[in-house]
Protein backbone atom coordinates (compact mmCIF):
# COMPACT_ATOMS: atom_id res chain seq x y z
CA UNK A 1 0.00 0.00 0.00
CA UNK A 2 1.00 3.61 -0.64
CA UNK A 3 -0.60 6.69 0.11
CA UNK A 4 -1.36 9.63 -1.98
CA UNK A 5 -3.09 12.60 -0.86
CA UNK A 6 -4.49 11.10 2.00
CA UNK A 7 -5.57 7.71 0.31
CA UNK A 8 -4.44 4.34 1.39
CA UNK A 9 -3.98 2.99 -3.09
CA UNK A 10 -2.82 -0.49 -3.62
CA UNK A 11 -0.15 -0.55 -5.65
CA UNK A 12 -1.89 -2.35 -8.18
CA UNK A 13 -4.50 0.66 -8.09
CA UNK A 14 -1.24 2.91 -8.33
CA UNK A 15 -0.04 1.34 -11.42
CA UNK A 16 -3.87 1.63 -12.98
CA UNK A 17 -3.86 5.23 -12.39
CA UNK A 18 -0.30 5.39 -13.84
CA UNK A 19 -1.07 4.10 -17.19
CA UNK A 20 -4.04 6.50 -17.47
CA UNK A 21 -1.65 9.33 -16.83
CA UNK A 22 0.50 8.19 -19.21
CA UNK A 23 -2.46 8.24 -22.07
CA UNK A 24 -3.98 11.87 -21.12
CA UNK A 25 -0.38 12.65 -21.70
CA UNK A 26 -0.66 12.04 -25.21
CA UNK A 27 -3.87 14.95 -26.09
CA UNK A 28 -3.23 18.24 -26.66
CA UNK A 29 -3.81 19.20 -22.99
CA UNK A 30 -1.11 17.23 -21.01
CA UNK A 31 -0.87 16.59 -16.99
CA UNK A 32 2.34 18.03 -15.61
CA UNK A 33 4.18 16.24 -12.61
CA UNK A 34 2.99 17.79 -9.01
CA UNK A 35 2.41 15.90 -6.10
CA UNK A 36 -1.27 16.97 -6.66
CA UNK A 37 -1.17 14.78 -9.84
CA UNK A 38 -2.50 11.68 -8.73
CA UNK A 39 -4.89 12.84 -5.86
CA UNK A 40 -6.70 14.28 -8.67
CA UNK A 41 -6.70 12.02 -10.84
CA UNK A 42 -8.29 9.02 -7.73
CA UNK A 43 -11.00 11.55 -6.94
CA UNK A 44 -11.82 11.40 -11.31
CA UNK A 45 -11.69 8.17 -12.15
CA UNK A 46 -12.61 4.88 -10.12
CA UNK A 47 -9.31 1.99 -10.60
CA UNK A 48 -11.93 0.54 -12.67
CA UNK A 49 -12.23 3.51 -14.37
CA UNK A 50 -8.98 4.49 -15.32
CA UNK A 51 -8.19 0.78 -16.65
CA UNK A 52 -11.48 1.16 -19.14
CA UNK A 53 -10.64 4.50 -20.22
CA UNK A 54 -6.54 3.66 -21.05
CA UNK A 55 -6.15 3.38 -24.53
CA UNK A 56 -9.39 5.03 -25.65
CA UNK A 57 -8.68 7.05 -28.42
CA UNK A 58 -9.50 10.84 -28.63
CA UNK A 59 -11.23 10.70 -31.89
CA UNK A 60 -14.21 9.23 -32.40
CA UNK A 61 -15.00 5.16 -33.11
CA UNK A 62 -17.54 2.77 -33.15
CA UNK A 63 -18.84 1.06 -30.49
CA UNK A 64 -17.89 -2.32 -32.10
CA UNK A 65 -14.32 -1.39 -32.65
CA UNK A 66 -13.95 -0.55 -29.33
CA UNK A 67 -15.55 -3.22 -27.60
CA UNK A 68 -13.45 -5.13 -29.71
CA UNK A 69 -10.38 -3.10 -28.52
CA UNK A 70 -11.34 -3.79 -24.59
CA UNK A 71 -12.97 -7.57 -25.21
CA UNK A 72 -16.16 -6.93 -24.04
CA UNK A 73 -19.96 -7.54 -25.26
CA UNK A 74 -20.86 -3.85 -27.07
CA UNK A 75 -24.09 -3.78 -24.98
CA UNK A 76 -21.63 -3.81 -21.76
CA UNK A 77 -19.21 -1.48 -22.83
CA UNK A 78 -22.30 1.07 -24.08
CA UNK A 79 -23.53 0.80 -20.59
CA UNK A 80 -20.34 1.86 -19.31
CA UNK A 81 -19.45 4.39 -21.94
CA UNK A 82 -22.72 6.17 -21.51
CA UNK A 83 -22.32 6.27 -17.85
CA UNK A 84 -19.10 8.17 -18.09
CA UNK A 85 -20.63 10.99 -21.04
CA UNK A 86 -22.82 11.88 -18.73
CA UNK A 87 -19.78 12.66 -16.10
CA UNK A 88 -18.29 14.42 -19.26
CA UNK A 89 -15.11 11.86 -19.22
CA UNK A 90 -16.48 9.86 -22.28
CA UNK A 91 -17.62 12.43 -25.40
CA UNK A 92 -20.50 10.33 -26.95
CA UNK A 93 -22.26 11.34 -30.93
CA UNK A 94 -24.99 9.72 -32.67
CA UNK A 95 -25.79 10.11 -35.92
CA UNK A 96 -28.35 8.18 -37.13
CA UNK A 97 -27.99 4.22 -36.18
CA UNK A 98 -24.55 5.37 -35.70
CA UNK A 99 -23.06 6.17 -32.38
CA UNK A 100 -19.24 6.62 -31.53
CA UNK A 101 -17.20 7.23 -28.92
CA UNK A 102 -14.02 9.64 -27.50
CA UNK A 103 -12.09 10.48 -24.58
CA UNK A 104 -11.95 13.70 -23.22
CA UNK A 105 -8.96 15.27 -22.90
CA UNK A 106 -8.00 16.08 -19.08
CA UNK A 107 -8.62 20.06 -19.48
CA UNK A 108 -12.13 19.05 -20.75
CA UNK A 109 -13.02 16.95 -18.04
CA UNK A 110 -11.43 18.46 -15.09
CA UNK A 111 -12.34 22.07 -15.69
CA UNK A 112 -15.13 21.85 -17.58
CA UNK A 113 -17.70 18.92 -18.04
CA UNK A 114 -19.11 17.78 -14.72
CA UNK A 115 -19.01 20.92 -13.00
CA UNK A 116 -21.19 22.24 -15.95
CA UNK A 117 -24.14 20.43 -14.10
CA UNK A 118 -26.69 22.04 -11.76
CA UNK A 119 -26.14 19.69 -9.15
CA UNK A 120 -23.01 17.18 -9.69
CA UNK A 121 -23.39 13.88 -8.87
CA UNK A 122 -21.43 12.47 -5.33
CA UNK A 123 -18.20 11.18 -7.53
CA UNK A 124 -17.56 14.67 -8.89
CA UNK A 125 -18.29 16.41 -5.42
CA UNK A 126 -15.24 14.84 -4.42
CA UNK A 127 -13.04 16.25 -7.33
CA UNK A 128 -13.17 19.61 -6.44
CA UNK A 129 -10.89 19.83 -3.57
CA UNK A 130 -7.84 18.01 -4.98
CA UNK A 131 -8.13 19.22 -8.28
CA UNK A 132 -8.02 22.91 -6.74
CA UNK A 133 -4.73 22.43 -5.12
CA UNK A 134 -3.66 20.79 -8.72
CA UNK A 135 -4.62 24.39 -10.21
CA UNK A 136 -2.83 26.34 -8.00
CA UNK A 137 0.61 23.70 -8.31
CA UNK A 138 1.19 22.33 -12.06
CA UNK A 139 -2.27 22.08 -13.97
CA UNK A 140 -1.87 25.59 -15.57
CA UNK A 141 1.51 25.85 -16.41
CA UNK A 142 1.16 24.98 -20.01
CA UNK A 143 -1.37 28.28 -20.83
CA UNK A 144 1.89 30.96 -19.20
CA UNK A 145 3.52 31.01 -22.32
CA UNK A 146 0.88 30.82 -24.75
CA UNK A 147 -0.29 34.36 -26.58
CA UNK A 148 -3.63 32.42 -28.00
CA UNK A 149 -5.93 31.84 -24.57
CA UNK A 150 -8.59 29.73 -24.91
CA UNK A 151 -11.45 32.23 -24.81
CA UNK A 152 -10.89 36.02 -26.02
CA UNK A 153 -12.56 39.27 -24.52
CA UNK A 154 -16.18 39.98 -26.76
CA UNK A 155 -17.71 43.44 -25.52
CA UNK A 156 -20.68 43.79 -23.78
CA UNK A 157 -23.40 45.01 -26.25
CA UNK A 158 -23.88 48.58 -26.75
CA UNK A 159 -20.74 49.81 -25.02
CA UNK A 160 -18.58 50.05 -28.19
CA UNK A 161 -18.18 53.58 -29.66
CA UNK A 162 -19.27 53.19 -33.10
CA UNK A 163 -21.12 49.86 -33.86
CA UNK A 164 -21.08 49.90 -37.32
CA UNK A 165 -17.26 49.28 -37.24
CA UNK A 166 -17.56 46.19 -35.08
CA UNK A 167 -16.84 43.14 -36.76
CA UNK A 168 -19.16 40.13 -36.56
CA UNK A 169 -17.11 37.88 -34.53
CA UNK A 170 -16.98 40.55 -32.25
CA UNK A 171 -20.76 41.28 -32.14
CA UNK A 172 -21.72 39.55 -29.42
CA UNK A 173 -25.67 39.72 -30.03
CA UNK A 174 -25.44 39.16 -33.84
CA UNK A 175 -23.14 35.89 -32.71
CA UNK A 176 -26.55 34.64 -30.71
CA UNK A 177 -28.53 35.68 -33.16
CA UNK A 178 -26.49 33.28 -36.05
CA UNK A 179 -27.09 29.98 -34.03
CA UNK A 180 -29.75 27.90 -34.39
CA UNK A 181 -29.06 25.76 -30.77
CA UNK A 182 -28.45 27.55 -27.29
CA UNK A 183 -27.86 26.21 -24.10
CA UNK A 184 -26.74 27.48 -20.46
CA UNK A 185 -24.85 25.39 -18.32
CA UNK A 186 -24.09 26.51 -14.38
CA UNK A 187 -20.62 27.93 -14.37
CA UNK A 188 -17.83 25.24 -14.23
CA UNK A 189 -15.38 27.37 -12.19
CA UNK A 190 -17.88 28.88 -9.96
CA UNK A 191 -19.32 25.83 -9.38
CA UNK A 192 -15.84 24.24 -8.64
CA UNK A 193 -15.60 26.80 -6.05
CA UNK A 194 -18.43 26.36 -4.26
CA UNK A 195 -17.85 22.46 -4.22
CA UNK A 196 -15.12 22.75 -2.02
CA UNK A 197 -14.87 23.56 1.49
CA UNK A 198 -11.66 25.34 1.85
CA UNK A 199 -12.49 27.91 -1.43
CA UNK A 200 -14.23 31.11 -1.60
CA UNK A 201 -17.53 31.61 -2.77
CA UNK A 202 -18.87 34.20 -4.96
CA UNK A 203 -22.32 35.84 -5.09
CA UNK A 204 -22.37 36.03 -8.99
CA UNK A 205 -25.06 34.10 -11.04
CA UNK A 206 -24.15 30.75 -11.51
CA UNK A 207 -26.22 29.50 -14.76
CA UNK A 208 -24.49 31.64 -17.43
CA UNK A 209 -22.52 29.32 -19.09
CA UNK A 210 -23.78 29.30 -23.20
CA UNK A 211 -22.71 27.16 -25.45
CA UNK A 212 -23.93 26.68 -28.91
CA UNK A 213 -24.06 23.88 -31.68
CA UNK A 214 -22.36 20.47 -31.36
CA UNK A 215 -21.03 20.86 -27.93
CA UNK A 216 -24.38 22.18 -26.71
CA UNK A 217 -26.33 19.57 -28.01
CA UNK A 218 -23.75 16.71 -25.73
CA UNK A 219 -24.53 19.13 -22.90
CA UNK A 220 -28.30 18.67 -23.11
CA UNK A 221 -27.97 14.83 -24.24
CA UNK A 222 -25.81 13.97 -21.33
CA UNK A 223 -28.27 16.35 -18.36
CA UNK A 224 -25.21 18.89 -17.98
CA UNK A 225 -27.55 21.75 -19.20
CA UNK A 226 -30.56 22.73 -20.98
CA UNK A 227 -31.66 24.27 -23.99
CA UNK A 228 -32.85 28.12 -24.24
CA UNK A 229 -34.17 30.40 -26.65
CA UNK A 230 -32.17 33.02 -28.48
CA UNK A 231 -34.03 35.52 -26.18
CA UNK A 232 -33.35 33.69 -23.29
CA UNK A 233 -29.47 33.57 -24.36
CA UNK A 234 -29.44 37.28 -24.32
CA UNK A 235 -31.26 37.99 -20.87
CA UNK A 236 -28.48 36.09 -19.67
CA UNK A 237 -26.05 38.22 -21.18
CA UNK A 238 -27.68 41.05 -20.08
CA UNK A 239 -27.87 39.80 -16.10
CA UNK A 240 -24.07 39.00 -16.68
CA UNK A 241 -23.32 42.46 -17.62
CA UNK A 242 -25.18 43.60 -14.86
CA UNK A 243 -23.62 41.61 -12.45
CA UNK A 244 -20.40 42.83 -13.80
CA UNK A 245 -18.69 39.39 -15.83
CA UNK A 246 -16.88 39.73 -18.57
CA UNK A 247 -18.43 38.04 -21.95
CA UNK A 248 -15.42 35.48 -23.01
CA UNK A 249 -16.20 33.47 -26.21
CA UNK A 250 -14.31 30.53 -28.07
CA UNK A 251 -11.08 32.16 -29.26
CA UNK A 252 -11.35 31.45 -33.37
CA UNK A 253 -13.84 33.07 -35.76
CA UNK A 254 -15.69 30.20 -37.17
CA UNK A 255 -17.16 27.46 -35.30
CA UNK A 256 -17.23 29.41 -31.70
CA UNK A 257 -19.08 26.71 -29.56
CA UNK A 258 -18.84 28.90 -26.06
CA UNK A 259 -19.45 32.12 -24.07
CA UNK A 260 -18.55 32.18 -20.54
CA UNK A 261 -19.09 35.17 -18.09
CA UNK A 262 -16.23 35.27 -16.01
CA UNK A 263 -15.50 36.81 -12.76
CA UNK A 264 -12.54 37.19 -11.38
CA UNK A 265 -12.97 35.14 -8.16
CA UNK A 266 -13.27 32.03 -9.82
CA UNK A 267 -12.84 32.01 -13.85
CA UNK A 268 -9.28 30.03 -14.54
CA UNK A 269 -8.09 32.59 -16.54
CA UNK A 270 -8.42 35.32 -14.79
CA UNK A 271 -7.03 32.95 -11.61
CA UNK A 272 -4.25 32.52 -13.97
CA UNK A 273 -3.55 35.93 -14.22
CA UNK A 274 -3.87 37.08 -11.19
CA UNK A 275 -2.69 34.65 -8.76
CA UNK A 276 -0.13 32.86 -10.92
CA UNK A 277 0.78 35.86 -12.69
CA UNK A 278 0.44 34.67 -16.05
CA UNK A 279 1.28 37.47 -18.79
CA UNK A 280 -2.76 37.66 -19.69
CA UNK A 281 -5.86 36.29 -18.78
CA UNK A 282 -8.28 36.26 -21.72
CA UNK A 283 -6.69 37.47 -25.42
CA UNK A 284 -8.13 40.99 -25.54
CA UNK A 285 -10.50 42.18 -27.63
CA UNK A 286 -10.28 45.08 -30.07
CA UNK A 287 -11.39 48.04 -28.26
CA UNK A 288 -10.10 49.89 -25.26
CA UNK A 289 -11.85 52.22 -22.80
CA UNK A 290 -11.71 55.78 -23.17
CA UNK A 291 -12.46 58.48 -20.64
CA UNK A 292 -14.30 61.61 -20.63
CA UNK A 293 -12.48 63.39 -17.90
CA UNK A 294 -14.51 66.55 -17.96
CA UNK A 295 -17.81 64.66 -16.82
CA UNK A 296 -16.43 61.79 -14.81
CA UNK A 297 -17.62 62.36 -11.07
CA UNK A 298 -15.29 59.92 -9.26
CA UNK A 299 -17.87 57.80 -8.10
CA UNK A 300 -15.20 54.73 -8.31
CA UNK A 301 -18.03 52.40 -9.80
CA UNK A 302 -15.60 51.70 -12.81
CA UNK A 303 -12.36 50.86 -10.16
CA UNK A 304 -14.96 48.61 -8.18
CA UNK A 305 -16.12 46.62 -11.32
CA UNK A 306 -12.82 46.32 -13.48
CA UNK A 307 -11.94 42.95 -13.76
CA UNK A 308 -8.13 44.07 -14.41
CA UNK A 309 -7.51 46.63 -12.06
CA UNK A 310 -7.04 49.16 -15.19
CA UNK A 311 -8.89 52.12 -13.91
CA UNK A 312 -7.81 54.19 -10.89
CA UNK A 313 -8.95 57.92 -9.50
CA UNK A 314 -6.47 60.24 -9.59
CA UNK A 315 -5.63 64.09 -9.20
CA UNK A 316 -6.73 65.98 -12.56
CA UNK A 317 -6.84 69.45 -13.64
CA UNK A 318 -9.30 68.63 -15.45
CA UNK A 319 -11.43 67.72 -13.19
CA UNK A 320 -15.27 69.20 -12.61
CA UNK A 321 -15.95 67.46 -9.51
CA UNK A 322 -16.12 68.18 -6.01
CA UNK A 323 -13.01 65.74 -5.22
CA UNK A 324 -10.78 66.97 -7.73
CA UNK A 325 -10.53 63.32 -9.22
CA UNK A 326 -11.28 61.40 -12.33
CA UNK A 327 -11.08 58.17 -13.29
CA UNK A 328 -7.86 56.97 -15.10
CA UNK A 329 -7.27 54.43 -17.74
CA UNK A 330 -3.71 52.00 -16.93
CA UNK A 331 -4.34 50.76 -21.31
CA UNK A 332 -1.57 47.84 -21.18
CA UNK A 333 -4.12 46.23 -18.86
CA UNK A 334 -7.40 46.94 -20.41
CA UNK A 335 -9.06 44.18 -22.28
CA UNK A 336 -11.83 45.62 -23.78
CA UNK A 337 -14.82 44.30 -22.40
CA UNK A 338 -17.08 47.26 -21.42
CA UNK A 339 -17.59 45.92 -17.70
CA UNK A 340 -16.89 49.61 -16.73
CA UNK A 341 -18.48 51.14 -19.91
CA UNK A 342 -21.66 49.21 -19.01
CA UNK A 343 -22.73 51.29 -15.80
CA UNK A 344 -21.27 54.38 -15.90
CA UNK A 345 -23.52 56.71 -14.43
CA UNK A 346 -22.55 59.61 -16.47
CA UNK A 347 -21.57 57.93 -19.30
CA UNK A 348 -18.11 59.39 -19.40
CA UNK A 349 -16.29 55.39 -20.66
CA UNK A 350 -16.81 54.13 -24.00
CA UNK A 351 -15.38 51.05 -25.55
CA UNK A 352 -12.80 52.72 -28.38
CA UNK A 353 -11.62 50.91 -31.45
CA UNK A 354 -7.85 50.15 -31.37
CA UNK A 355 -5.73 51.63 -33.92
CA UNK A 356 -4.63 47.92 -35.14
CA UNK A 357 -6.90 45.06 -35.31
CA UNK A 358 -5.45 41.71 -33.99
CA UNK A 359 -7.53 38.88 -35.61
CA UNK A 360 -8.15 35.71 -33.80
CA UNK A 361 -7.27 32.19 -35.43
CA UNK A 362 -9.46 31.77 -37.97
CA UNK A 363 -11.15 28.22 -36.23
CA UNK A 364 -10.29 25.68 -34.21
CA UNK A 365 -7.51 23.92 -35.87
CA UNK A 366 -4.98 27.45 -36.32
CA UNK A 367 -5.71 28.32 -32.76
CA UNK A 368 -4.44 24.54 -32.56
CA UNK A 369 -1.81 24.80 -34.19
CA UNK A 370 -0.91 28.63 -32.24
CA UNK A 371 -1.52 26.69 -29.03
CA UNK A 372 1.55 24.01 -29.87
CA UNK A 373 3.99 26.45 -31.25
CA UNK A 374 3.72 28.12 -28.43
CA UNK A 375 4.25 25.68 -26.02
CA UNK A 376 7.57 23.83 -28.16
CA UNK A 377 8.67 27.45 -27.95
CA UNK A 378 8.24 27.48 -24.11
CA UNK A 379 9.75 23.90 -23.60
CA UNK A 380 12.72 25.23 -25.78
CA UNK A 381 13.28 27.91 -23.75
CA UNK A 382 13.21 26.37 -20.24
CA UNK A 383 15.50 23.79 -22.02
CA UNK A 384 18.25 27.04 -22.58
CA UNK A 385 18.13 27.27 -18.98
CA UNK A 386 19.02 23.72 -18.08
Not at 113 to 118: L, M, R, T
Not at 302 to 312: E, G, I, N, Q, S
Request: neutral net charge.
Amino acid sequence: MEIYGGTMLDRSDKDIYQQLIDWLKKAWWGLPDSKHLMPTIESFYTPEEAALLTGIPFSGRSLEELAEMKGMKPKDLARRLDALAQRAAVWRSQKGDSIRYSLNDSFFFFMRGPYWAEQPDEASKKTAKPLNKYFYNGFMDQFREVHAKGLRTIPIDKTVEDPRRILPYEDVVKFVDSQDYCTVSFCPCRQRKLLDPDSKVCDHPMEVCLHFGRLGHYIVENDLGREISREETKEILKQSAESGLVHAISNWQKGADTICNCCTCCCLFFEAYHVLKHHKSHDLSNYRVRTTPETCKACGLCVDRCPMDALRLEDSLKATNKTGKVAVLAPDKCIGCGVCVYKCPTQSLILARKEETCDPPMDVREWMTRWYEDKRGAEKTDESLI
